[in-house]
């Protein structure tokens, strides 16, 4: 299992988290974790991540949400 | 195998695209939806009263709720719109359905305040807000693609800082108070008004006297607040998104809101194609371009246009509240101090003062030193 990095995204809007973990995902890995804690954020980085050929995995954590990333 | 590896890999990536536009359709047909009902209803609105491509304006709106409450006396732009209050309760209401009203604040209010301010400043240079712009572009104004293309300007100036690293740093989660503090003001002014209109002033004549049925305004903007929620429908990131990350989404919201406008426009004979003779318009191409790269820039840096902050606002997002504010003591500043731009009349061609363009330059100034100071910054702490 390859080292999962985190993106913590919490308390950002859109496109900082969208661009964090775009940042990330450009260094090359394939187990990402990132955390968000808005609906519209939870949505944007989905949907750039799945776009980039990553499959995404949603899990709410209290208010916030933990969105993993694998390919 | 080896000769089969190469086709069966493109048919795998074939289809996991497939898959994930297939989950996103529900997202398009969202977009496109709230798109659509945003452009008949702006049509409708103004067949009932609202001044020619002013269904929806955020800016002139504020504008008029400003003067409405004697922040500002141009006699011809006071009403206080029930529009805004919809759409705030509206996105509320639709926020608290799907669970995601949530109290936040605390990313650097103060200087959000400022750049609401300016924002608001550069869209009555223009003569409306990103919404309005597209309205008029649905009504054939060809002013308004002199403001798109500084619109566009100043996006792509805001992404050069997004990408260095600029953010006015994160939220917090506040207490329920913070979040319903301007939304309940807006309900308890609306109902003032309602109750006691004397105490407000309303225009005579001028775009201010001009307005559909109060009932029909206010459903107009619960409906399109609660759409807006949900479809998360911005016209700053709609170009910002296809630029960063090639993500098309919001821009459909854009498109269809332009095209349904037009439709709706061509209907009811309210298309008129040319610079010339447009419904609160000039032709200072100039100042166009600059009062929408202004909007442009500031709203990258806030995060959204107009629309989508009193949508934000409606989710408890105190730091669009607070921008909210800035727009409406803007719009005073902007009246108060003539640095609105005049429509063309018969007499005028119209285009901001002196006051006003140099309002606009001190705009751009302060945007870009709050752009810079935010990503040296960031720089420095990463």
Known sequence: ?71 | MVFNAFPSAIFVKSKRKRDVFMKEKKAYAGIVITGAVIGLIAVVLVALGNPKNMGFCIACFLRDIAGATKLHSAAVVQYFRPEVVGLVVGAMAMAMIGKEFSPKGGSAPAIRFFLGAFVMIGALVFLGCPLRMVLRLGGGDLNAVVGLLGFAVGILIGIFFLNKGFTLKRTYKLPKSEAFALPVALVFLFVLVLIVPSLFAFSENGPGSMHAPIIIALIAGLVVGALCQKSRMCMVAGIRDLVMFKDFKLLLGFITIFVAALIGNLVTGNFHLGFAGQPIAHSVHLWNFMGMLIVGLGSVLLGGCPLRQLILTGEGNTDSAVTVLGYIVGAAFAHNFGLAGAAASAESIGGPSVNGKVAVIIGLVVMLAVAALNTAKANKNS
Request: with cysteine.
């Open chain 1, 1 to 71: 299992m390859a080292n999962k990095e985190i993106v913590d995204a919490r308390g950002l809007s859109c496109p900082q988290p969208v661009l964090m973990t775009k940042k990330a995902v450009e260094k090359g890995g394939s187990q990402y974790e990132v955390l968000v804690d808005n609906g519209t954020a939870k949505e944007n980085v989905t949907r750039f991540a799945a776009n980039a050929g990553f499959k995404v995995t949603v899990q709410e954590d209290g208010e916030d949400y933990r969105l993993i990333l694998s390919k």
